[in-house]
């Protein structure tokens, strides 16, 4: 398990989030991002909550924004060095992201973001 402040773990989210191409954040729409202390579940680096993009119907609105939560303790504690915690925050995000354009975990499996 590697250590490192909150603040900087939040510095590694917004770097994430920089390397995705603007022409897909563009279309991100109602959804936050929020770091969480502990999973659910055991095991958990991060959950996507909401209605995808590819669900939203003519009747979508008024609805609280979409949340994405990282797990920012388990993720440290599967990580041995500063480089293993910078990966595994991007592929979190992206992967969180994905489900939030309606990817499912079959499909990103099969891109190999699982």
Known sequence: MIETSRR????????????IPPELTAYM????????????E????????GVPLTERGD???G???????????EILAICETEEDVVEEVRITVIHEIAHHFG????RLHE???T
Do not use: C, H
């Not at 900087?8 to 390397?19: I, K, M, N, P």
């Not at 729409?29 to 659910?40: C, G, K, M």
């Not at 609805?63 to 303790?73: C, G, H, K």
């Not at 990817?103 to 079959?106: A, G, K, L, Q, R």
């Open 8 to 19: 900087r773990f939040e510095e590694l989210v917004a770097d994430a989030l920089d390397s």
């Open 103 to 106: 990817i499912d975990d079959e």
């Open 111 to 113: 891109l190999g973001w």
């Open 59 to 61: 009747s979508y609105g």
């Open 42 to 49: 055991p095991g958990l680096l991060g959950l996507y909550e």
């Open 63 to 73: 609805v609280l924004p979409d949340q994405i939560f990282i797990y920012w303790r």
């Open 29 to 40: 729409d109602n959804v936050v991002i929020t770091l969480a202390e502990d999973p659910p």
